[in-house]
């Protein structure tokens, strides 16, 4: 009797760590999916704003892999019959928030905004990703290994800079708020949705609190190195 009570014991233990894992796994991909599904739709407007035919193809072309990104999640998540608007439901209004907090005053604010927001989410996405399971990792990784992006974004900002240094001093403080605003957010959405608790069972707040800290650490320290690249201060 006492083993049946054991065994029953372990069962419910086991179930919720699956599901705590699930769910996990539904938040994350349906962050990555309206994520994506953003920077689609803001690279394609930014796209009819561009100053030359050549950044307009540019720009479209990214905006075209940001979508195939999110067709990726989007299978990923109905391989195991998750249903992606659900999935992206409880992360639009902060997303939308954040982005109405942060519109661009011109377009080269707007190719900051990608330089930097692009490489924020890989960062975190990448970070996450080394605690979850293969295939996750590997859909992670797919995503968010391409250069392309933020290659063509550093190369266009070098070359605006050098075009008008003026622009210098706007761009370092827009970098700035962005960065901000952007690691603000995701560190508030980590803790409301129980990211980092739900990878780390058992850990108490304390070791939490920590493991939080030193990756949003290493995204501030990672921003920093890009904002160099581009002799900004971060």
Known sequence: ????????????????????????????????????????????????????LADRLAL??????????????????????????????PFVASINAFHERTKPADWYESLMKHYVMDAVSRDFYCEIATLLDNDTRDLVQQI???ETQSAYLLARLESA????????????????????????????????????????RGADGAQLEAEISRIFARLTRNHSYRMNALKLTA
């Open 161 to 200: 800079l050098a075009e008008d240094p003026r622009l210098a001093s706007r761009l370092a403080l827009w970098g700035r708020r962005l960065v901000g605003e952007a690691l603000t957010r995701t560190r508030q959405v980590s803790l409301e949705r129980g990211v980092v608790g739900k990878m780390l």
């Open 60 to 89: 479209g072309r990214l905006a075209v892999a940001e979508f195939q990104h999110f067709e990726l999640v989007a299978a990923h998540l109905e391989g195991f019959d998750g249903d992606v608007e659900k999935a992206m439901e």
């Open 144 to 146: 968010h290994s391409a």
């Open 1 to 52: 009797m006492d083993n049946r009570i054991d065994d029953t014991s372990a069962d419910a233990a086991l179930a919720s760590v699956a599901n705590d894992y699930s769910r996990l796994l539904m938040d994350l991909f349906g962050a990555m999916a309206y994520g994506e599904l953003s920077a689609f739709e803001r690279l394609s407007s930014d796209a009819r704003f561009s100053p030359t």
